[in-house]
């Protein structure tokens, strides 16, 4: 019988699928209906130091291959987090995604986050928030001041989530691995634009967004492919994941645990029950025991 238990940096999840970070995940109740659908575990939204309401609408533009969002980010802040996690007591694990706009914004968050997050994804790769996100991630030393400075405050695991805006992924994940990452995710979102031919205008409120989505994925699985290459600690794949064919393409290039955000919105919750059972399905017609067997197949 095959198994798809996930052991990483000392958390066990149920499958490697975890709800992404992104469209999907403002309040707990998203977060259960995901574990409930098939999730092995779950990535809030982003969390920053004070509350923000976020962009005007529209926030998304669905493409023939996607979506492109600019949300703006919008969360309830570290105090506001707390309130509404209270009295939860979650049956899977939650990994708080936290954004700051310098090293020790991103590290005030984790003290103040710690006790309630299982493990902490920090965004560095935004991409298009001012100050945030990419801004700070884009470049080798950001990506080392922000992972040492969180993990100088806090003992639980920490992942980066590296932007693919950049001519060499391979370069922010070997930073994040010097700093002390325990993780790598990838990939955030592609800046992107989409323009309304008759109000001759872009669609989105912020103008520039990103995109995700199955237009992304070939894109997604050659930077988990170059990661997991230059890397020695795991990394969890992002981006287009929307079948079960693309999972497994993800963890032969290396990914150990895979994320999954835009599918949810384009083919509904079913798709963490569906993408799993087409894994399991996968290991036992080709007589792997468990998933962990296959990471890594194609990286020859
Ligand atoms: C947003 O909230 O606008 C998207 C956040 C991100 O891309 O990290």
Known sequence: MSSLNTILFGLSFENPLLLASGVNDKVPEQWIRAHKEGAGGVVTKSIGIEPRKGYGNPTVVELPYGLINAMGLPNPGWK????????????????????????????????????????????????????????????????????KAVKDVTGKPVIAKLTPNTNDIAKLG????????????????????AIDVYARMPILSNKIGGY?????????????????????????????????????????????????????????????????????????????????????????
């Open 80 to 147: 506001g987090f707390l309130e509404m996690v209270e009295g939860y007591a979650f049956d899977f694990p939650l990994i708080v995604s936290i954004f700051g706009g310098s090293p020790g914004e991103f590290a005030f968050l984790a003290e103040k986050l710690s006790g309630v997050a299982d493990a902490f994804e920090l965004n560095l790769s935004c991409p298009h928030a001012k100050g945030y996100g990419m801004e700070i991630g884009q470049r080798p030393e950001n990506v080392y001041e922000v992972v």
């Open 174 to 193: 070997l930073a994040a691995e010097k700093a002390g990452a325990n993780a790598v995710s990838a990939i955030n979102t592609l800046k992107a634009i």
């Open 212 to 300: 995700s989505g199955p237009g992304i994925k070939p894109i997604a699985l050659r930077a988990v492919y170059d990661l997991a290459r230059a890397l020695d600690i795991p990394v969890i794949g992002v981006g287009g994941i929307t079948t079960w064919q693309d999972a497994v393409e993800f963890l032969l290039a290396g990914a150990s645990a895979l994320q999954i955000g835009t599918a949810v919105s384009l083919r509904g919750w079913r798709v963490f029950r569906e993408i799993s059972e087409g894994i399991k399905r996968y290991l036992e017609e080709e007589g792997f025991l468990s998933v962990g067997e296959i990471v890594g197949l194609a990286l020859g």
